[in-house]
């Protein structure tokens, strides 16, 4: 859905569509998706369900930008208990080798 040419858009007088892209109603046949204007369906109406839409989209991005946040958080964690584990091990063995030194 997007604009054909900009003169249609200016020049055009009749409400027949509007934009999920933008939310603009679009004066004209062909440059948006076409509403039927049969149809009990009010502009509110349309405006509400790209709300919807747009919440929708907004809070799928956010779980996924979690679910990144989480594995790195996770990686870094492991990471510190690899790296903690490792350090007590070294302690541990570089004690064992003092006492058996002295």
């Given amino acids: ?9 200016i020049g055009c007088t009749t409400i027949v569509g509007v934009s ?10 062909g440059c948006y998706e076409e509403i039927d204007n049969e149809s009990e369906v009010g502009f509110a109406d349309i405006r509400k369900k790209i709300a919807e839409i747009k919440i ?3 809070l ?7 679910k990144e946040q989480d594995k790195k958080r996770n990686r ?3 990471l510190k208990k690899r790296r903690w584990k490792h350090e007590m091990e070294t302690r541990n063995q570089r ?5 058996k030194l002295s």
């Fill in 60 to 66: 799928s991005g956010e779980a996924e930008r979690r």
């Fill in 20 to 29: 999920l892209r933008d939310e603009r109603f679009h004066e004209g046949i």
């Fill in 56 to 58: 929708m989209i907004f």
């Fill in 95 to 99: 004690e064992e080798k003092k006492k």
């Fill in 1 to 9: 859905m997007e604009n054909k040419s900009r003169e249609c858009y």
């Fill in 76 to 78: 870094r964690q492991g």
